[in-house]
C-alpha cells in the first residue's frame, strides 16, 4: 500500500544553505579530521565530534555525516 511505502522511505540528509549550517557542516568535518588525525578511528565517535566542534551531539545526527 502507499501507507507502508512511504514508510519504508530513507529520509535522505538535508543540504546545508544557510551560512549558519554550512559553517556547522565545516566545523563538524574539522573536527572529525582532527580527531582521527590525533587519535585515530577509535576515538571517532558523535560525542567528540560534538564537543571538539563546539555543537551539540543532535546536530552531528541530524546532518548525517556519521553513522554508527
Known sequence: SSTSAVRSRKKLPRRAVQARSRNTVEAIIE?????????GWG?????AIARVAGV??????????IHI
Request: aromatic share 4%; net charge neutral; charged share 15%.
Open 31 to 39: 573536527a572529525a579530521t582532527r580527531i582521527l588525525a590525533r587519535d
Open 43 to 47: 576515538a571517532l565517535n558523535t560525542n
Open 56 to 65: 551539540s551531539v543532535g546536530s552531528v545526527y541530524e546532518l548525517s555525516l
